[in-house]
């Protein structure tokens, strides 16, 4: 696959992409210190931080995600890469409060190991602050496994319910607690039909033969749950909901939010087909489609693609689900 990408010198690129992203969102988001991203109206320091870390190249994640309601700084790091502990120490050390902070990290290994290391320096220097780890990546392994399941584009709801309720002024635990059950209550299934490039090396992350499709695939192409021929929007929306649904062990009566993330060159018009069925699907078993987003969130380059992202909500989670917010990639009144 050749690349075709307006970039330039990629040793820069996360640098300048970050100078790009504060100028387009300069209401909302800064920078500090050259490579942290925060709000650009500071929270209170009486009302609990949320905090986290990445890797570049999937825009507009997460730093899209930092303002009012949603988190208070994210450290990117280099293209696909997380950022080494120092920075994330760095922005722990800048988050800190007595309220405290919720670390909120994505399961994958750089992210894993960057976090332990800050948090257990941050504690030695008295920094106050809860780790709430996303593995909602059904394709990774049995439930019960959770450790082998990756993060994908759940930490999103998550951050979304825990960033309200630090708003309204919860205390650390609880707004841990919301975290966690938002997170223990859903789950997410990525389904690829093109590969993309790494645009620093050109490199190709993952090669889908034409007219197939990849179930399962990782942020970053790893493995899925095996190729298949391409199915139609419908067909795409009934396997993926059905294994979500059995995953969460969903049951009538419940009600749910679905979220559909499109990985790069996916078109809305796609992904609202996708999301039709899947309310038809949801009515046919007696569920409930309580929320719904669709968009682009956390990006593969162009990937073609999708990820669906399945929760239970309850009364609580609705009500922070709903509550304002005000970031480059997700604004509610």
């Known amino acids: 696959m050749a690349m075709k990408k307006l970039i330039n010198n990629p040793d820069n690129l996360a640098k300048e992409l970050l100078e790009g992203f504060v100028l387009a969102n300069s209401r909302k988001v800064a920078l500090v210190r050259s490579d942290l991203v925060v709000r650009a109206k500071a929270k209170a320091q009486g009302k609990v931080a949320l905090v986290t870390l990445g890797g570049s190249g999937h825009e507009p994640a997460l730093s899209g995600f930092v303002g009012e309601g949603m988190l208070d700084i994210s450290v990117p790091g280099e293209i696909f890469a997380a ?6 120490l760095e922005a722990l050390r800048l988050a800190k409060r007595d309220a405290g902070i919720l670390f909120i990290v994505l399961n994958h290994a750089g992210d894993v190991l960057s976090a332990n290391v800050a948090t257990g320096l941050a504690e030695k220097e008295g920094i106050k602050l809860r780790r709430v780890l996303t593995h909602e990546d059904m394709s990774g392994g049995p439930r019960g496994e959770s450790d082998d399941r990756r993060g994908l584009s759940g930490c999103l709801p998550v951050i979304k319910v825990a960033g309200a309720a630090a708003e309204k002024g919860y205390s650390l635990e609880e707004c841990a607690t919301v975290a966690e059950r938002m997170e223990a209550g859903m789950s997410t299934l990525a389904v690829a039909v093109s590969g993309a490039t790494h645009p620093c090396t050109g490199d190709v992350i ?4 034409e007219g197939m499709m990849v179930v399962g695939m990782g942020q970053h192409g790893e493995a899925g749950g095996g190729t298949q021929p ?3 929007a419908d067909e795409t929306a009934e396997i993926m909901l059905t294994a979500l649904l059995d995953d969460i062990q969903a049951k009538p009566g419940e009600e749910l939010f679905v979220m559909l993330n499109g ?5 809305l018009m796609e992904l609202y087909l996708v999301l039709r069925r899947v309310k038809q699907l949801l009515e046919a078993r007696g569920i409930t489609l309580a929320r719904s987003l669709v968009g682009e969130f956390l990006t593969v380059q ?11 909500l309850d009364a609580e989670l609705k009500a922070l689900w709903d509550a304002p917010c005000e970031s480059p990639a997700w604004t509610a009144k």
């Open 206 to 209: 993952a090669e889908i033969p």
């Open 263 to 267: 990985v790069g060159s996916t078109t």
């Open 302 to 312: 162009e990937m073609g693609g999708f990820q669906m992202c399945v929760g239970r």
């Open 230 to 232: 391409l199915k139609t």
């Open 83 to 88: 950022p080494g502990p120092p920075r994330v």
